[in-house]
């Protein structure tokens, strides 16, 4: 008896455990007939900040409270949170593990890369004009499916990866960290931030 329960034991230890679902990620209002409040905090008890409407898309949330039941977002300057049995999230693309269009940016010096239609990258500094570069997703390494390699040729090279990021500026709090390898001499490496949402 004891023999079988030791067993049960480690096929309970040895199981894989369930993936929770990786942040940030994109969602939709659901299920809202009036509006969806926006709070301080991840519960009725914090006050309103805001509020996203019935048919509002592309909500990018950064992250989740201890129990899974709300989503934090960036709404105006700083982060909160909103109920998530009100959001759906975006079906995942395995072949696109970022979004199509999305930016990212750096502070001292302000820097700003945005990936459009996902196959061009505009690089702005304050140094120059705005350089343009198709983008290639590559692999990562082992197999894994972060972070990912962004090349953007002419030896401008940026990893990106799932990470409490600030911008410093502000007190929003977003998801995904970017360090960013540019390829024109003096070469430089900047740091930053980078969020899925369009605006």
């Not at 329960?5 to 942040?23: E, T």
């Not at 998530?84 to 072949?95: F, G, I, K």
Request: with cysteine; charged share 15%.
């Amino acid at each position: 008896m004891m023999a079988r329960w030791i067993m049960a034991l480690i096929l309970v230890l040895a199981a894989p455990a369930a993936s929770a679902q990786s942040y940030p990620a994109l969602h939709d209002i659901t299920g809202v007939s009036s509006f969806l409040n926006i709070r301080q905090g991840p519960g009725t008890g914090f006050a309103k900040v805001g509020r996203f409407l019935p048919g509002d898309t592309g909500i990018e949330v950064t992250g989740v409270n201890e129990a899974g039941t709300w989503g934090r977002v960036n709404h105006q300057e700083q982060a909160a949170w909103v109920f998530l049995a009100y959001l759906a999230r975006q079906p995942d693309d395995p072949d696109r593990p970022l979004t199509a269009s999305f930016r990212c940016f750096g502070t001292e010096p302000f820097w700003a890369l945005a990936l459009t239609q996902g196959d061009t990258a505009v690089l702005t500094t304050p140094s120059g004009p705005d350089q343009t570069f198709p983008v290639g997703m590559l692999a990562a390494a082992s197999n894994r499916t972060e972070p990912w390699l962004l090349d953007m040729g002419a030896g401008a090279v940026a990893v990106i990866h799932r990470a409490e990021c600030s911008d410093g500026m502000s007190d929003r709090a977003y998801g995904l960290a970017i360090d960013l390898l540019t390829g024109a001499a003096p070469r430089t490496l900047m740091d930053g931030c980078c969020s899925l949402a369009v605006n």
